[in-house]
């Protein structure tokens, strides 16, 4: 397969810091969109993939799941897409699009499995893929999706992975006028399902280990915000909440979030904490409560989403960064030193 070099950032090794590197993209083909990558959001898990935490380190490893750019070629085939168009890979470039989960466009779940935009076997180019932290991203048309012209493109990018990580949940489960919903922990996931549970309507109440981000939480749209070590203010949501939405990543006891539920309600975590979480019988057992996950979302619901934050102006609180303080930025996310997401200018990485 014809290929083209790519000037990108990346890492050979677990225990090296990100640098320029040149890697090898497929030349367009007849169904691909290639594009100019102008922002790349950072996620923990881009994250965790450079320290290899999830295991299946593929060397070099190019992260990048947050991906905004301009089209500059299309292939023969391409009907959606013309250079000059706004597009936005997120964290899906390929399914096998014919098990159920494809075909109810739910490619996340894919049987197969799905190949992701970095670190995953590359079933068209052979090897493995790279992601946004690069000058060029190639992908099939029916993975790119249209980028609406948000004002703010750069902070616009973290809806790629965040945005749809949390709408997904928020509207499977009916986040809706008349319902109270809970968002549990304020960082990148957090701070935009609040944004997003406000525009679908509901009343929303934030609950947080940290005093600061209280105060934060109002400013972000939250119609209330408990610190969640005040066991008095704890209770007086007790039996009061539709749906929490769980983002943490660390340990934390879900019980206590399980008893703020009304009869039916259900706790969605949509963190990775490194360590199994404990559910107490009674806690779902009384009042027919539920414990569930969910995981970002499929194409058609990505697009979905994108057009949603659009409509209601919703963006990241976003700190952009030249490409070149990458590895700084990777040290203060590991700190929780960002409010509430870095994203990449990828422009400098032409310096």
């Known amino acids: 397969m014809e290929t083209q070099q790519v000037k990108a950032y990346g890492t050979t ?14 030349a367009v083909q007849a169904h691909d969109v290639e594009f100019e990558v102008l922002y790349c959001g950072i996620c923990h898990s881009d994250l965790h993939q450079v320290k290899g935490d999830f295991g299946g380190f593929f060397a070099p490893i190019v992260p990048g799941h947050e991906i905004v750019g301009r089209v500059t ?10 250079v000059g168009d706004l597009a936005a890979v997120g964290c899906i470039v390929d399914s096998c699009d014919h098990c159920d989960h494809c075909h109810d466009g739910l490619e996340q779940f894919c049987d197969e499995g799905v190949t992701y935009s970095f670190n995953s076997p590359d079933k068209i180019s052979g090897g493995h893929t790279f992601g946004g932290f690069s000058k060029k991203y190639v992908c099939n048309e029916r993975y790119v999706l249209k980028m609406p012209p948000f004002k703010d493109l750069a902070a616009a990018a973290p809806l790629l992975c965040a945005g749809i990580t949390v709408y997904s949940p928020l509207k499977h489960w009916g986040a809706s006028a008349g319902k109270k919903v809970g968002v549990l922990g304020i960082g990148g996931l957090g ?14 109440v934030v609950f947080t280990t940290s005093p600061a981000k209280v105060e934060d939480a109002k400013r972000l749209g939250a119609d209330e915000a408990v610190l969640s070590s005040d066991a008095e203010a704890m209770a ?5 909440l539709h749906f929490i939405i769980d983002t943490v990543s660390a340990k934390h006891d879900v019980n206590t979030y399980l008893n703020l539920l009304r009869h039916d309600g259900t706790v969605v975590l949509v963190g990775l904490p490194p360590e199994p979480l404990e559910i107490h019988a009674f806690n779902v057992v009384m009042g027919r409560r539920s414990f569930a996950g969910s995981n970002i979302g499929g194409i058609a619901e990505t697009q979905e989403m994108l057009d949603f934050c659009y409509k209601h102006n919703i963006v990241a609180e976003s700190e952009i960064i030249n490409i070149q303080d990458v590895n700084t930025a990777f040290e203060r996310l590991e700190k929780g030193d ?3 997401r870095f994203v990449i200018d990828m422009d400098s990485l032409k310096a």
């Open 13 to 26: 090794a677990t225990t090296e810091p990100l640098h320029e590197i040149m890697i090898s993209r497929r």
């Open 73 to 82: 070629a299309v292939g023969n085939h391409v009907k959606n897409f013309k």
């Open 191 to 204: 701070h935009v399902a609040i944004k997003i549970a406000k525009a679908m309507g509901a009343e929303v």
């Open 236 to 240: 007086k949501y007790n039996r009061k």
């Open 338 to 340: 960002v409010k509430y």
